[in-house]
């Protein structure tokens, strides 16, 4: 079967976009790159133009076209499956829940994407720590920031974003009372980080502990359990 896809978002208009976040940090590495230059200080005129082109990877914004299968809840950001699996017990959704996990390497995209089209019905800031992203305690003690969709069908899902060892930064583009789409742009945290899903407990999980995803594009599951099992792991660069 083909599968369709939508684009949540307008594709961009450049060939390499970048999340405007990062639009200040490229600057500032390429002005002191031409001021080395200019000082003639070859080394670090190398050192600075190394520097902003991995500024300038780091915030990469690539288009991403969204499956349109029914149910189907996608991933929120790029990088790997920390955990898959049923919680007992967590503080956004009450009761059991399905809980996915996703750890972002600093070579992973960083802008952050809605799972599930809906309206946010509030988002709760939790200041914190700083604790290694890629460490389960970081989901309890690090900053974090937790946004509640009610889906179409009633029912309610978070997703939180949460600050790393070196992430001091969490953006969020939306606010309660957003009607949002599925896969829509909503954010990004800076500099290596991690993002919780917290599914109702009748979800079905499409993804395992150690898979790669890609934001917008990977099915992490779907919101009811009877849905056929379609890999989606499909992904643009």
């Known amino acids: 079967m083909t599968r369709k896809y939508i684009w949540s978002d307008p594709p961009g208009q450049t060939a390499f976009p970048v999340a405007k976040a990062g639009y200040g940090f490229i600057f500032a590495a390429a002005f ?35 499956p349109r299968d029914q149910d ?9 499956v920390l955990f898959a699996g049923q919680e007992k017990e967590n503080p956004y959704i009450d009761g059991p829940c399905m809980k ?9 995209v960083h802008v952050n994407r809605i799972p599930r089209e809906g309206v946010v019905k509030k988002i709760d800031y ?8 890629s460490l389960d305690k ?15 069908e009633s029912k309610t899902i978070c997703f939180v974003q949460i600050a790393g060892l070196i992430a001091r930064r969490i953006i969020c583009s939306v606010q309660p009372g957003d009607e949002v789409k599925r896969g829509q742009r909503m954010g990004l945290i800076c500099f290596g980080s991690r993002v919780d899903v917290y599914l109702p407990d009748k979800s079905r999980l499409n993804v395992f502990k150690g898979d790669k995803v890609k934001g917008g594009t990977t099915i992490l ?17």
Do not use: C, H
């Open 100 to 108: 996915v996990s996703i750890f972002m390497s600093v070579f992973n």
């Open 32 to 66: 002191t790159t031409v001021v080395f230059a200019i000082l003639g200080w070859t080394f670090l005129s190398i050192v600075g133009l190394g520097a902003t082109f991995s500024i300038w990877l780091f915030f990469r914004d690539p288009d991403r076209v969204i």
């Open 221 to 237: 599951g779907y919101m009811s359990d009877d849905q056929k099992n379609e890999s989606s792991d499909f992904a643009n660069s």
């Open 126 to 133: 939790y200041p914190g720590k700083f604790f290694n992203a």
């Open 72 to 80: 189907v809840v996608v991933s929120p950001a790029d990088g790997k």
């Open 138 to 152: 970081a989901s309890v003690y690090n900053e974090k920031n937790a946004v509640f969709v009610e889906t179409p």
